[in-house]
Structure formats: C-alpha cells, structure tokens
C-alpha cells in the first residue's frame, strides 16, 4: 500500500528538446514552416514513403484536415469503427457527415474489414479505418472494398507511428493518413499532429487547408507573387517550438519504439499463463503487422467484474485504465451517426480491456509488481501455479 506510484503514462524526454527550442528561440524563428518544421516533414516522409507529410497541431487538426479535403458535405456517411477515439467521428461530423459505426474485429479490435461492405450506402464518400494500440488493420481488404465502391480511404493512425502493415508504414497506405503527437503517445510534442498525404492529387491543396485556406505556402516557396484566399481553410499548423520539441523526438524515435516494445514483450510473457488460465486475452498481432507497442491492454473473461480489478490497482496506486467508451452509444455519437448492425464485439471489449502503465522508462520490476496486483485481483495466485 505504501509503495510509490506506477502512473499509466509518463512522457520521456530525449533531453534534446529545450536545446533545440533555444534554437529556434534564439533565431527568432517562431511561427510554423520554419526549419524544424521542414526537417520534421522531411523525416516523415522519409520513413512513412507519403507523399507529402504536413504538422499540424494534433491529429484531431489532421482528421479536419482530410474532412475538409475530401469535400465532405451534409448528407455524406463515412464508415469508422466505433471503438475509437471521438476525433475519428467528430471531423467528419463537423462537415455534416454522418459516422457509420462498424464493428471490429475480436481479435484485433480494429474495424472488421469483412462487415465494411455491407455499410456502403450511396452516400457513403470514405472509410476511416483506426489502428488500435498501433496494430494495423487489414488494409489490402480494406483498400479493395474502397476502390470498389469508389471511396476514399484515411487512415487514423494516430496510435499508429513507427509501426507498419505487409512493410508498409502506417498512415501511409490510404489516401491520407494522420498522426498524433500527443503526449500519451509514442513520439511526442505536448499537443501534435501530422497529416500524411499520399494521393499526389491532393498535396497543394493540403497546404491551402492548413494555410488558413490561402496559397501562402507557395508564396513563401516564390512560385506566386502574393498569397490569396483560395478555398475554405484553417490554421491547422503547429508553431516552430513544437516542431523544435518534435524533431528531438522523432531523433530517438527508433530506440523509444525499441524500448517500448521490450516492456510490451515482458508483459506479454508475464500474462502468459493467465491466458493459459482462461482470466484474460492478451493482445493479438496478426503477422503482417509489425506494431510500436503503443499499448499494452488486456481482455479479461466476461465473468470477472472489471471494476473490481480496476479498484485494486487504484488500491496499489497503479495506474491501469479502460478505455473509450463506443462513440454508438455517446450522446454525441447517437446524435449525429448510426451504427451499423448489431456491434456486439465493441460492447463487450469496451467492458472487458484494461490498459497497463507503458512507457520508456517502465522498470521490469515495476511491471511484476502491476501483474502481481492484476493475478491478486483476479484471486488466481495459488490457481495458476501448476
Ligand atoms: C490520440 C488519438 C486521436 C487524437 O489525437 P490528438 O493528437 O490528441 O488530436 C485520434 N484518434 C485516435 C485513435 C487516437 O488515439
């Protein structure tokens, strides 16, 4: 009981960052498209293969972004899980579409690509799948049913950095995909986000949206004489100090996955033999998947009271978690979308997961001392010895 705090997130800081934003400070440089910017965008097209990779201030901005791109009108359906996060549905319900809620996968929890068909209405305009705890979806499935049926594809990949699908980075596989930096993610920047653009017919106009709907990226690049109001748009870029922040980041963001993914192995073997036990299910990677270890979360067996769990490890001070609750049955949720059939998987995962403390810096002792709580919760410790 007297034991210190395991909080569920703590932000690692590579100790580059407030170096770099002096920098950028002492350049005078503080507004956006400055150089950490630049290096930020040329990073992340280098890794993700996108076309064109934008900062914006969160993924949220980036969601809006792709909305706003797509021409997205009132009256247009767009089909996304349900378990998810509020972003995924709001951008697109700003523009006056209607959410589709699907299913997802029991294995996965990820948009079950083979229940996506049987949505499409004609005014469905895209699909949005969401890569749950940095686990792809089933893309190429994905991808055919779209193409099919003429959709566009965005990828919320929010969860998704550093992790990818057949060899292929996450975000970089539908029209556009978006990224979070936000500090409960991998690579961070307080606030952050990017979009990443890979149909080459939609680049210039994605600076137009992010530029307030102006074409003052190309004025700046001289390829116009002056800049103009072009279309609707917003401010959806992030100033040169977040950038200076992200790019110290994205320098370490090899070994923070690589760090991440062996806290996320050794909870994977702890739980092993509670899985064995029939109490819970641990995470499933399907094998063309190559994740980040953003998450590690749990799945117990329907018969146990989660609360009860979740009470123990508030007990211990450790900071373990469920997760969101379906956007089908929020009130915003019900207002402006519908679901799609029964959702029966998302029900019960959404009353079944709970989310272990994960972060760079995460002792192996400390993650002992989380699963001895959970197997004491569970009242398993003399049942599972043999
Ligand atoms: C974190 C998250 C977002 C929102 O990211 P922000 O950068 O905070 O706007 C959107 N979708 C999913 C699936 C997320 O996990």
């Given at each position: 009981?007297?034991?210190?705090?395991?909080?569920?997130?703590?932000?690692?800081?590579?100790?580059?960052?407030?170096?770099?934003?002096?920098?950028?400070?002492?350049?005078?440089?503080?507004a956006?498209?400055?150089?950490f910017?630049?290096r930020?965008?040329?990073?992340?097209?280098?890794?993700?293969?996108?076309?064109?990779?934008?900062?914006?201030?969160?993924?949220?901005?980036?969601?809006?972004?792709?909305?706003?791109?797509?021409?997205?009108?009132?009256?247009?359906?767009?089909?996304?899980?349900?378990?998810?996060?509020?972003?995924?549905?709001?951008?697109?319900?700003?523009?006056?579409?209607?959410?589709?809620?699907?299913?997802?996968?029991?294995?996965?929890?990820?948009?079950?690509?083979?229940?996506?068909?049987?949505?499409?209405?004609?005014?469905?305009?895209?699909?949005?799948?969401?890569?749950?705890?940095?686990?792809?979806?089933?893309?190429?499935?994905?991808?055919?049913?779209?193409?099919?049926?003429?959709?566009?594809?965005?990828?919320?990949?929010?969860?998704?950095?550093?992790?990818?699908?057949?060899?292929?980075?996450?975000?970089?596989i539908?029209?556009?995909?978006?990224?979070?930096?936000?500090?409960?993610k991998?690579?961070i920047?307080?606030?952050?986000?990017?979009?990443?653009?890979?149909?080459?017919?939609?680049?210039?106009?994605?600076?137009?949206?992010?530029?307030?709907?102006?074409?003052?990226?190309?004025?700046?690049?001289?390829?116009?004489?002056?800049?103009?109001?072009?279309?609707?748009?917003?401010?959806?870029?992030?100033?040169?100090?977040?950038?200076?922040?992200?790019?110290?980041?994205?320098?370490?963001?090899?070994?923070?996955?690589?760090?991440?993914?062996?806290?996320?192995q050794?909870?994977?073997?702890?739980?092993?033999?509670?899985?064995?036990?029939?109490?819970?299910?641990?995470?499933?990677?399907?094998?063309?998947?190559?994740?980040?270890?953003?998450?590690y979360?749990l799945?117990?067996?329907?018969?146990?009271?989660?609360?009860?769990?979740?009470?123990?490890?508030?007990?211990?001070?450790?900071?373990a978690?469920?997760?969101?609750?379906?956007?089908?049955?929020?009130?915003?949720?019900?207002?402006?979308?519908?679901?799609h059939?029964?959702?029966?998987?998302?029900?019960?995962?959404?009353?079944?997961?709970?989310?272990?403390?994960l972060?760079?810096?995460?002792?192996?002792?400390?993650?002992?001392?989380?699963?001895?709580?959970?197997?004491?919760?569970?009242?398993?410790?003399?049942?599972?010895?043999?």
């Open positions: 009981m007297n034991e210190n705090p395991i909080p569920f997130n703590w932000p690692y800081m590579t100790g580059k960052e407030i170096g770099y934003i002096a920098e950028a400070h002492a350049e005078g440089q503080l956006g498209d400055g150089p910017t630049r930020c965008h040329a990073w992340l097209e280098d890794r993700s293969g996108c076309v064109k990779a934008l900062l914006t201030h969160s993924c949220t901005a980036a969601l809006e972004m792709s909305a706003l791109l797509l021409d997205i009108e009132p009256g247009d359906e767009v089909i996304m899980p349900s378990y998810t996060f509020v972003s995924t549905a709001n951008a697109f319900a700003l523009r006056g579409a209607q959410p589709v809620f699907v299913d997802v996968r029991e294995d996965t929890l990820n948009l079950d690509e083979r229940l996506v068909e049987s949505a499409i209405t004609a005014r469905t305009r895209a699909i949005v799948p969401v890569h749950y705890a940095g686990v792809a979806c089933e893309m190429d499935t994905i991808m055919t049913t779209a193409r099919r049926h003429q959709l566009k594809v965005v990828e919320d990949a929010a969860q998704g950095v550093m992790a990818s699908y057949k060899g292929r980075a996450l975000g970089s539908g029209d556009m995909g978006a990224y979070s930096f936000h500090e409960t991998n690579v920047s307080g606030e952050g986000g990017s979009l990443l653009v890979n149909d080459p017919g939609l680049a210039s106009r994605a600076e137009i949206i992010r530029e307030k709907g102006t074409d003052r990226s190309r004025f700046f690049r001289g390829e116009v004489d002056k800049y103009t109001w072009q279309e609707l748009g917003s401010s959806f870029l992030p100033g040169e100090l977040i950038a200076a922040f992200l790019w110290a980041q994205f320098e370490e963001a090899d070994r923070i996955t690589r760090k991440r993914l062996v806290s996320w050794n909870y994977h073997n702890l739980l092993a033999p509670l899985e064995a036990g029939g109490v819970l299910r641990r995470p499933v990677v399907p094998k063309d998947c190559r994740h980040n270890a953003h998450m979360y799945l117990l067996a329907p018969e146990i009271d989660r609360q009860i769990v979740l009470d123990e490890f508030k007990k211990n001070n450790i900071g978690v469920f997760h969101y609750v379906p956007l089908h049955s929020s009130p915003a949720g019900q207002k402006f979308g519908r679901a059939g029964d959702l029966n998987v998302t029900d019960s995962v959404a009353q079944r997961l709970i989310r272990l403390p972060w760079v810096g995460l002792t192996a002792g400390q993650q002992e001392r989380v699963v001895a709580v959970l197997k004491n919760a569970l009242n398993l410790k003399g049942s599972i010895a043999h």
